[in-house]
């Protein structure tokens, strides 16, 4: 059973910084590329980055470019999303994805692509 666990949401003031977790368990990570996506109260939900299996390719969303970084540690089956400079507007329930890949050097951008999710973990920044 693939099961995703995001962690590290909060309250935070503009400006600062926060770093999300997912944590997957149940199957071979390495095989899966992984992405992390958000969705603000009345809003679709909206790509923020991926992350190719071997994490070699990375997207960011323009939003988000400068600000973000992904990255993943295929040894302990976690990605994480590093956010810096954050803004009110980047307030939202954040949720981590995954969907299996032939390819290691591929990453996913649509919200249709990705197989699995996580819970969510909500982010509140504050002026």
């Known amino acids: 059973q693939v099961v995703l666990v995001e962690s590290g949401g909060g309250l935070v003031q503009a400006g600062g910084s926060l770093r999300l977790s997912c944590a997957a368990s149940?199957?071979?990570?390495?095989?899966?590329?992984m992405g992390w996506f958000r969705q603000a109260p009345g809003k679709e939900r909206e790509i923020v980055a991926s992350?190719?299996?071997?994490?070699?390719?990375?997207y960011y969303s323009d939003f988000v470019k400068g600000r973000f970084t992904i990255s993943r540690d295929n040894a302990k089956n976690t990605v994480y999303l590093q956010m810096n400079s954050l803004k009110p507007e980047d307030t939202a329930v954040y949720y981590c994805?995954?969907?299996?890949?032939?390819?290691?050097?591929?990453?996913?951008?649509?919200?249709?692509?990705?197989?699995?999710w996580g819970q969510g973990t909500q982010v509140t920044v504050s002026l």
């Open positions: 994805s995954a969907t299996s890949s032939v390819s290691e050097d591929y990453y996913y951008r649509g919200r249709y692509e990705y197989e699995y």
């Open positions: 149940g199957w071979t990570f390495s095989s899966y590329a």
């Open positions: 992350i190719s299996r071997n994490g070699g390719r990375l």
